[in-house]
């Protein structure tokens, strides 16, 4: 299907270093659907987090971008996926020494050959839209839990990804804050019709919106 992102067939997968695995794992997801994935410590979001964004590879099953199996592309072709594909966790992985304009427009420096002109015209749309105006030369130690989470959010679509990751964000943030970013989010992805997938300990975050439900134990699917 021309809308097909993303499809895990039989998936499986274990760590060396811990008991953490994934087993039999099989969903697809379209253009501008949502999967939220749900489940306790080492029941295996964080993996399927992982193989979509091939840090690790599968060791039975396959998995597909956009029809093409993960396993068959070769090394520059993984990196030009990975930068498709936005991730989000709850550390926001911001850098303390930069302010949260040059945090956002980092990975635009880093892989476009946008002017500098460009580049702050494209964060300050993003910056406007998430509220964040009064915040835009602080910096990340100076932000909120939810303001950082909005930065990393940022700078995640200013790239325009194919696939958005989000990996337990919302999870111990504030359910006002939480709401409040949802809606802005939802607009967003369903405007550009990207791919999304949340992890959290709180379905419920979502309840009410059309999306496709995976709950997890121990790296099997149990509904």
């Not at 299907?1 to 895990?8: C, Q």
């Not at 060396?16 to 994935?37: A, C, M, P, Q």
């Not at 635009?108 to 946008?114: C, I, K, S």
């Amino acid at each position: 299907m021309p809308d097909e992102v993303l499809r895990f067939e039989n998936v499986w997968h274990a760590s060396d270093r811990s008991k953490d695995h994934v087993d039999n794992i099989s969903f697809t997801l379209n253009r501008g659907e949502w999967l939220l994935l749900s489940g306790p410590e080492g029941s295996g979001k964080s993996q399927i987090m992982d193989l979509v964004m091939a840090r690790i590879m599968p060791k039975a099953g396959r998995i597909y971008h956009d029809g093409e199996s993960l396993t068959l592309q070769n090394e520059d072709e993984v990196e030009k996926l990975r930068f498709s594909v936005g991730f989000v966790t709850q550390t926001s992985g911001l850098i303390n020494n930069l302010s949260v304009l040059e945090n956002i427009v980092l990975p635009l420096r880093y892989h476009t050959e946008m002017k500098d002109d460009e580049l702050f015209a494209a964060a300050e749309f993003w910056i406007e839209r998430y509220e964040l105006l009064h915040k835009k030369q602080a910096r990340p130690v100076a932000l909120a839990s939810s303001e950082s989470i909005r930065v990393a959010l940022i700078r995640a679509l200013i790239v325009e990804p194919r696939i958005l990751l989000l990996d337990g964000i919302f999870d111990g943030l504030c359910p006002l804050a939480s709401r409040r970013i949802l809606e802005l989010l939802f607009e967003d992805i369903q405007l550009r019709r990207i791919a999304f997938i949340l992890s959290t300990y709180h379905p419920v975050i979502l309840d009410g919106r059309d999306v496709q439900f995976m709950l997890l134990y121990r790296g099997e699917v149990v509904f």
